[in-house]
C-alpha cells in the first residue's frame, strides 16, 4: 500500500484550487451542482412515487413520522460526518475535526496533505453508506407513507453529498495526477499540483 498522507507540503508542489463552502465565489459550482441535484431528486420522488401513491401515503400520514424524519435528518447529518471522519482516522490516524456552521456541518484533517486515495475513499464513504441504506430501507419497509419519509431522507442525502461529489469530480476530472495533495479544512479544501502539471 502507497502512502496515504504527507505531514508537509512535498516540494515542488503549488496550489491549484480552493473551494469553500463559505465563500460563493469558490464554492459556486458545488452550489450549483446540489441545486441540480436537489430538482431531480425531489421531482423524481414527487413524480415516481408520491403522487403516483398518494391515496395510500395519505391513509398512513401521522405527525410522529412527520417529527421522525426531522430526527432521523439530523441523527443522518451527524453520522455522515462521523463517516468521513471514520474514514480519515482510519487511513490516517491523524487528529480529526467535526464542526457543525449553519448551513453546513463538516468534517476535516486540517494538519495533513492527503493523497487522492485518501480524499477519494473520504469522499465517497458517506454517499455509498448512507445510498445503500437508505435504498435498502425502502424496499424493506412495506408502509407507503414510511417509504416516503425514506425517498425524502435519500434525496436530502443526495444533495447533501453535492460537496462530496464534487470535490471527487475534481479529483477525477479535473486535478487528474494521482500525485494531487489534498488539504481538508472542513467548510474549505486546498488542492495542490506538481508544478510540472501546472501546463494543461
Ligand atoms: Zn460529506
Known sequence: MGRFYERELPKGYVEALVVDAYDKKSSRGMQLLALVIAVIAFNMVLFFYIIPQWSEIRSGFSIIGGIG?????????????????????????????????????????????????????????????????????????????????????LALHLMGCAGDLYGAWILLRKLRDPATLRKDMGPAQIYYTRIADQDD
Do not use: N
Open 69 to 153: 424524519v426531522i430526527v432521523a435528518y439530523f441523527l443522518y447529518v451527524s453520522l455522515h460526518e462521523l463517516t468521513h471522519g471514520a474514514v480519515y482516522k482510519l487511513m490516517t490516524k491523524q487528529k480529526v475535526m467535526l464542526g457543525f456552521k449553519p448551513p453546513a456541518a463538516y468534517c476535516g484533517v486540517p494538519d495533513i496533505y492527503l493523497y487522492r486515495i485518501t480524499s477519494l475513499v473520504s469522499l465517497f464513504a458517506p454517499f455509498t453508506v448512507f445510498g445503500i441504506l437508505f435504498v435498502g430501507l425502502f424496499f424493506l419497509i412495506g408502509d407507503p407513507f414510511v417509504k416516503t419519509l425514506i425517498l425524502v431522507l
